[in-house]
């Protein structure tokens, strides 16, 4: 089967500073595969040149098998790779239907019908957007009312808009309370499942990497030192080497019993 996303010494330097050095990896289809790894380690401008961002200096990306290296940003969002953010875009004055109604209109190449904003264009469409990430109740309500468990879940569903095949997610559950990151999470799981997206996500919080990813990839100065199950990452000694002091390699791993466990830091 061909993968989802197969990287090939992907390689970026500023300057002096080699921030993505000879990276090689695959995403499978329909997976969750984390990419973790210290401030500065280069996750960032891994996923920046994923999605055509930053100009790599060197290496293949391959999308289901066609290079899409080099390629403008707008174009590899074409072809199916979708992105979330750290930080919540959405157009505040509008509802939380007409947000997703607007990806989609984006999606469909109907920009044109925005003039005046066609209230009934992919209505349905984006109804069962919301359903799919439990927001339907919230579609008539203004964007800027919502709470941030909630923005996310939007922003999920905006990304889905444009049926991505891949989604690079940036820290999904920055800023959410810990119930918050397990339930957003879960619903990314039955997304990759029921809608055949395979997800690549970075994230500093070790229980939402341990719970939820099926494979994980360490980054250490712009270098993947470790790949493997949770339960191999974590007590991997070179990963916990990277990670010594800052206590954030405790995370559950996905399929444990849930037990209290060290809360993870940065
Ligand atoms: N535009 C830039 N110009 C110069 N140096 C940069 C630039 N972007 C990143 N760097 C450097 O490249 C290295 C990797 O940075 P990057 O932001 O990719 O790491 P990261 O793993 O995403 O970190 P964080 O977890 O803090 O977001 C760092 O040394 C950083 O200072």
């Not at 993505?20 to 920046?48: H, Q, W, Y």
């Not at 049926?163 to 619903?187: H, K, N, S, Y």
Request: proline content about 4%.
């Amino acid at each position: 089967m061909t993968d989802a996303l197969e990287v090939r010494d992907l390689a970026k330097a500023f300057g002096g500073v080699k921030a993505v050095d000879g990276v090689s990896f695959a995403l499978r289809e329909r997976e969750m595969l984390a990419l973790i790894g210290p401030n500065g380690a280069g996750k960032s401008t891994c996923f920046n040149m994923l999605n055509g961002q930053l100009k790599p200096d060197g290496g293949s990306i391959r999308l289901f098998g066609a290079e899409i290296l080099g390629l403008p940003p707008r174009k590899v969002w074409r072809l199916g790779v979708g992105r979330t953010f750290q930080i919540t875009a959405t157009f505040t004055s509008m509802t939380v239907i007409e947000n997703v109604q607007m990806a989609l209109i984006s999606h469909h190449r109907r920009l044109r019908a925005m003039l005046p904003f066609a209230g009934a264009l992919y209505k349905d469409e984006a109804y069962d957007l919301l359903e799919l990430v439990g927001m339907e109740d919230q579609s008539g309500r203004a964007c800027g009312m919502l709470a941030y468990g909630d923005l996310k879940r939007m922003e999920l569903a905006i990304a889905l808009a444009n049926d991505p095949r891949v989604l690079l997610m940036d820290e999904p559950a920055a800023g959410m309370a810990p119930q918050e990151r397990v339930q957003l999470m879960e619903l990314v799981a039955r997304v990759v499942q029921s809608r055949g997206v395979s997800v690549l996500f970075t994230e500093h919080d070790m229980d939402v990497v341990f719970g939820h990813a099926d494979r994980v990839m360490v980054l250490d100065r712009g270098r993947l030192i470790v790949e493997g199950t949770p339960a191999e990452v974590r007590n991997n000694p070179d990963v916990q080497a990277v990670y010594l002091g800052t206590g954030a390699v405790y995370g559950k791993e996905k399929g444990a019993d849930a037990t209290p466990r060290a809360e993870a830091g940065e």
